[in-house]
């Protein structure tokens, strides 16, 4: 890789058309036009923010995330590495909306959104839940409850229909298994295993991790 490309890796990217009051965005990341990011969000590096996006202080986006257009990331919100947040839909920080009811930080429901998940389009988590890492919410979903890893979601409210492997395909595995239970991606390969927070890469007997990102 040329310096210079390597040094444009490192340039936070600001449409003119954006406006970004925080100071604590990470290298390689995109914001695109009338996003805003308000002072006190932290993003991370290598994101890519869409059109009219919106940031809230208090808000935590972590590294390689993809947030499409018309996003609103409320405080009190995380999201993990890698997570994918389709278009238009909807995350929340608030289980008592009232007008004329305000609220201190501290009266806030926090909501996260685990490492690798995605979000389908138009979807919508209701605060005070955890999305597990690798999960799959389905376009116009209404999550609930919390989810567990690599979990697929969908329907209002969402249920769970199957299992997703990292690399993104849906494997062959019932929604009821027994913990233990082995599985692998027909895709990638990946081998997994059922655990009690869901599925989770299959160690061998040395204790390496197989088919590990």
Do not use: Y
């Not at 909807?90 to 806030?108: I, Q």
């Amino acid at each position: 890789m040329s310096t210079s490309a390597r040094a444009a890796e490192q340039e936070v990217f600001i449409h003119p058309r954006a406006l970004v009051e925080s100071n604590s965005i990470g290298p390689g990341t995109r914001i695109w036009a009338f996003a805003h990011v308000m002072e006190g969000a932290r993003i991370g590096s290598r994101c890519n923010i869409g059109d009219h996006a919106f940031v809230e202080s208090g808000a935590i986006v972590g590294n390689d995330v993809t947030v499409k257009n018309g996003v609103a990331i409320w405080d009190r919100v995380t999201i993990e590495d890698g997570v994918f947040l389709g278009p238009n839909c909807v995350l929340t920080n608030d289980l008592n909306p009232r007008t004329n009811v305000r609220k201190s930080r501290g009266e806030l429901t926090p909501t996260r959104i685990g490492a690798n998940a995605t979000v389908g389009a138009n979807a919508t988590i209701v605060c005070g839940v955890t999305v597990g890492q690798g999960a799959f919410i389905g376009a116009g979903a209404v999550v609930i409850r919390s989810v567990p890893d690599f979990a697929l979601m969908v329907g209002n409210p969402a249920l769970q229909i199957g299992w997703m492997c990292a690399c993104g395909h849906k494997l062959r595995l019932p929604v009821s298994v027994s913990e233990g239970t082995f599985v692998t991606c027909g895709d990638c390969h990946r081998e997994l295993t059922v655990a009690a927070e869901g599925l989770a890469p299959a160690a061998n007997a040395a204790g390496v991790l197989k088919g590990a990102q």
